[in-house]
């Protein structure tokens, strides 16, 4: 189910996002969070080579819980679906975008920054929404006063998304529907695409540290 798809994710606290320059560099990028204990990735569609990148993962790697991100259509949902991922984020929602998923079989986190956002996603079923972009909407502070009123909205789960770091992942973690927050900071583009892949193993365990605590 959607809920089964998408708790795994709160076993780590973090969702990795990342655009994955060419796809023979997806699998080695999996692998180093994995030795970290990460198994679990956010692939945007912002680079051609995502869906490959998807399916590399899926393929090489089963038990690794790959995602797909920067959803906005319905083929989008279809290709990724086909391409194997397990569940996708979208930095927006619109009704169709949620019926495409809901269709295809794919969980899905809808971005939402406001509070008729929020209900537009819950309305349709979707009972977690990725707050984005979380800093510049006003942060940790600004997303718990937004979940206060929601309470009894049917709003489960929340992955604030958009300059999540280490300094801020805390505040964001101790807020109760707070699931797991996203963010490039573990594997930015610049370090995947130079094959940096100990740095982000690094970067990847002092962040599951961080979010254990
Ligand atoms: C996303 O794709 O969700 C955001 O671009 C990630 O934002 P960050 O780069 O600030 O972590």
Redo the contacts with the bound molecule.
């Keep these: 189910s959607q809920q089964d798809a998408l708790s795994i994710l709160g076993e780590f606290g973090i969702v990795p996002?990342v655009e994955i320059p060419e796809a023979r560099l997806a699998v080695p990028l999996a692998r180093a969070l994995s030795e970290a204990g990460l198994t679990t990735i956010?692939v945007?569609m912002?680079t051609p080579d995502a869906l490959e990148s998807i399916a590399n993962i899926a393929a090489e790697l089963p038990e690794f819980h790959v995602g797909v991100?920067?959803l906005f259509t319905a083929a989008n949902v279809a290709d990724a679906k086909a391409a194997g991922a397990r569940f996708g984020?979208s930095?927006g929602y619109t009704p169709q975008l949620g019926l495409a998923a809901r269709e295809a079989g794919l969980p899905l986190i809808p971005?939402a920054a406001t509070a008729s956002e929020i209900m537009a996603a819950v309305e349709d079923g979707f009972d977690i929404v990725?707050f984005?972009?979380?800093?510049l909407n006003g942060g940790a502070k600004a997303l718990a006063a937004l979940l206060a009123p929601l309470a009894a909205s049917g709003l489960r789960h929340v992955m604030p998304?958009?300059?999540?770091?280490p300094d801020n992942l805390g505040d964001y973690l101790r807020i109760p529907r707070v699931i797991a927050a996203?963010?490039?900071?573990i594997a930015?583009r610049g370090l995947i695409a130079v094959g940096e892949f100990d740095i982000i193993r690094d970067n990847a365990a002092r962040a599951l540290e961080l979010a254990r605590t």
């Design positions: 996002v956010e945007t912002r991100g920067t984020v930095p971005g990725k984005f972009p979380a800093e998304t958009g300059g999540v770091t996203g963010g490039t900071w930015p």
